[in-house]
């Protein structure tokens, strides 16, 4: 069965960078869009990025655009998430998601990134 | 950015009884090539959110058939014909027509 498991989240400071990881098992990941959403403490649901499966397409949420960085291993069945220059408005659980007739068929169970001095 | 407004905010609901969530877009979702990417997620509480429905009608696997998904252009339903204990939780919408994909804000199911 699909399972994605992410990875690297934490406690950074403001300005600081982390680096995601999403391990992905169970299907045949070089095929498939993949995308990261986040989600704030009490709050709704943001896309944050995504990528075509042969990486030529990338797009970002606004609010990332310029800091964080999607990129994907297909022989490594891995999803990343660079983030820099993080801001306290960052702060949230990060889930990985395949793309499947249209977006977000599965997701992972997140991982916690926090940002505070 | 297309803006997602869904309705209402909070729906209690007797078990059993049906349930109807509404989501609005501030535009068309129907693509160039006559697709409309819209679905609805659930999340349960303390969990990862479960896709229900995508492309407005389309149920995913393993997900019970009393969720439907309906609407066109702008505006769009999720229907729960008989409410189960296991259904409380957030319903979210989410276009993803327009770059960026955005949801809608969210719609708390409970039982009465």
């Known amino acids: 069965q699909v399972q994605l498991v992410e990875s690297g989240g934490g406690l950074v400071k403001p300005g600081g960078s982390l680096r995601l990881s999403c391990a992905a098992s169970?299907?045949?990941?070089?095929?498939?869009?993949m995308s990261w959403i986040r989600q704030a403490p009490g709050k709704g649901l943001e896309w944050v990025s995504y990528?075509?499966?042969?990486?030529?397409?990338?797009d970002y949420s606004h609010s990332v655009e310029g800091r964080f960085t999607i990129s994907r291993d297909n022989a490594k069945n891995s999803l990343y998430l660079q983030m820099n220059s993080l801001r306290a408005e960052d702060t949230a659980v990060y889930y990985c998601?395949?793309?499947?007739?249209?977006?977000?068929?599965?997701w992972g169970q997140g991982t916690l990134v926090t940002v505070s001095s | 950015d297309v803006v997602m407004t869904q309705s209402p905010l909070s729906l209690p609901v007797t078990l059993g009884q049906p349930a109807s969530i509404s989501c609005r877009s501030s535009q068309s979702l129907v693509y160039s090539d006559g697709n409309t990417f819209l679905s609805w997620f659930q999340q349960r509480p303390g969990q990862s959110p479960r896709r229900l429905i995508y492309k407005v009608s389309n149920r995913d696997s393993g997900v019970p058939d009393r969720f439907s998904g309906s609407g066109s252009g702008t505006d769009f339903t999720l229907k729960i014909s008989r409410v189960e204990a296991e259904d409380v939780g957030v319903y979210y919408c989410?276009?993803?027509?327009?770059?960026?994909?955005?949801f809608g804000g969210g719609t708390k199911v409970e039982i009465k």
């Open positions: 169970g299907f045949t990941f070089s095929d498939y869009y």
């Open positions: 998601a395949r793309d499947k007739d249209d977006y977000g068929d599965s």
């Open positions: 990528i075509s499966s042969s990486s030529t397409h990338i």
């Open positions: 989410m276009q993803g027509t327009h770059w960026p994909l955005t």
